[in-house]
């Protein structure tokens, strides 16, 4: 494979908005100036009953790269909120799909506001013509699709850096717990391909940077992100 390589600045987050810093990243890539501060204020990180950050809607993200007149394509692989039969269903039918769902929709870690929060992200992005598409993602697909861009990226936290669960700690940044923590998923972008590994990206304080990543461990981390309902891909189009 050839290799490839986008001109994508790195920034560095703030605790739970790895969202807005990757949107930040990727938007400048097509000439599109927003910081993070401008991005929070629009796409706000979503703060539980408790006072904990559980971080930011995608499917209002997704809809904020529409608003800003890109074309925006979801590549999903969860099978909690959406499913697979559903590959061939048009946007409205999905829709109905989603509403239907949400009523039986459980997560052992969010609160019901949390998953209206998200459902409601996914169907306001198909609403504004969005477009969303199931595939298998492998080292191919990424592939394929950073031909045409770099990629907007959710991935597990945990597996993507090796890293033990976290437990948050309402005073200051969470802490690594083995025993009570709990798994958290994280926002990159790919931006390049050299010597077989994929360049990612990557805004976060602790283990970030601009790093070559072996593609095994980006599509592991890909699919573990099933955990917060979370692995998708976001690509754009000017």
Sequence with gaps: ????????????????????????QILSYYGINKTIDEIRNEVPVYISSDGKPLGSSLGHIATYFIQLGLKTTLHSVDIEIFDRSWKNFDNQA???KLKEHRKYLKHARYEESALDLVVSGYVLFLEKGGKIVFPIVDEAYLYQLLQKGPIYTILSYNFLNQVSKYKFVPEGKPIQDSIMGTPSTHAVVITGY????????????????KKLTEAGLIIGAF?????????????LEK
């Design 94 to 96: 999905i829709i109905q």
């Design 194 to 209: 050299k010597q077989g590994k994929f360049e990612i990206t990557d805004p976060d304080y602790e283990f970030g940077g």
């Design 223 to 235: 699919y573990l992100a099933e955990t917060d309902f979370d692995p998708l891909l976001i690509t």
């Design 1 to 24: 494979m050839e290799e490839i390589s986008y001109d994508v600045p790195l920034l560095t987050q703030n605790i739970q908005d790895c969202v807005q810093s990757s949107a930040s």
